[in-house]
């Protein structure tokens, strides 16, 4: 539920950095997952502390998101269009590296370091749930957050942390698929 307004804020995050301030891809890419993250730990915090429900916190972050990733845009839009400066004449290199990864497949222009990078992360993500110990805390806490407290396990991290873990995620798919491909470009207000 929470995934389309970390979604925007991440895109929204490495458009504007790479537009409005000029830097490179993977700066970008760090903002997206960084601003995705940060709203994922809104509504953790509001689940853990308030005992929020977290599909009610993160509809209304999404359209709170929404609203506020159109007015960062229009900031680096062009005057006479909806649509955002593209990154190819603006800032070529937030665009994301291909490294020759387009051969492999036909020649594919959108075939990006994207691929590798999104294949490490899905690798990441498996070891900490599947072989840590702060992936078996999470996956009980996400179970059964009463049973979690008891074990000794700290519930309120655990439950603000997955968050935090969907929202960087959600951020990092963003930013490598909406904001630094090869169209690099948001309509404001759409």
Same mark, same amino acid.
Do not use: H
């Given at each position: 539920?929470?995934?389309?307004?970390?979604?925007? %804020?991440?895109?929204g995050a490495s458009l504007y950095v790479a537009l409005g301030l000029g830097m490179p891809w993977y700066?970008?890419?760090?903002?997206?997952?960084?601003?995705?993250?940060?709203?994922?730990?809104?509504?953790g915090i509001l689940k853990?502390?308030?005992? #929020? /429900?977290?599909?009610?916190?993160? &509809?209304?972050?999404?359209?709170?998101?929404?609203?506020? %990733? /159109?007015?960062l845009l229009s900031q680096v839009k062009e005057t006479a269009s909806p649509y955002t400066f593209t990154l190819s004449s603006t800032n070529p290199d937030a665009i994301?590296?291909?490294?020759?990864?387009?051969a492999l497949f036909s020649d594919n222009q959108y075939v990006t370091i994207?691929?590798?990078?999104?294949?490490? #992360?899905a690798v990441g993500i498996w070891v900490l749930l599947a072989k840590t110990k702060l992936g078996y805390?999470?996956?009980?806490?996400g179970c059964n957050k009463?049973?979690? !407290?008891?074990?000794?396990? !700290?519930e309120k991290r655990n439950i603000i942390l997955t968050?935090? &873990?969907?929202?960087?995620?959600?951020?990092f798919g963003a930013g490598l698929l909406y904001a630094l491909g090869i169209e690099g470009t948001a309509q404001v207000g759409g």
């Open positions: 539920i929470g995934a389309a307004g970390q979604d925007v %804020v991440g895109a700066v970008c890419l760090l903002a997206a997952i960084a601003a995705g993250a940060v709203l994922g730990a809104i509504s853990a502390y308030r005992n #929020v /429900n977290e599909v009610i916190s993160c &509809i209304m972050l999404n359209w709170i998101s929404l609203y506020l %990733v /159109n007015a994301l590296p291909s490294l020759g990864l387009g994207a691929l590798p990078l999104t294949v490490l #992360v805390e999470l996956r009980a806490t009463f049973a979690a !407290k008891y074990c000794g396990m !700290k968050m935090v &873990i969907a929202g960087a995620l959600a951020g």
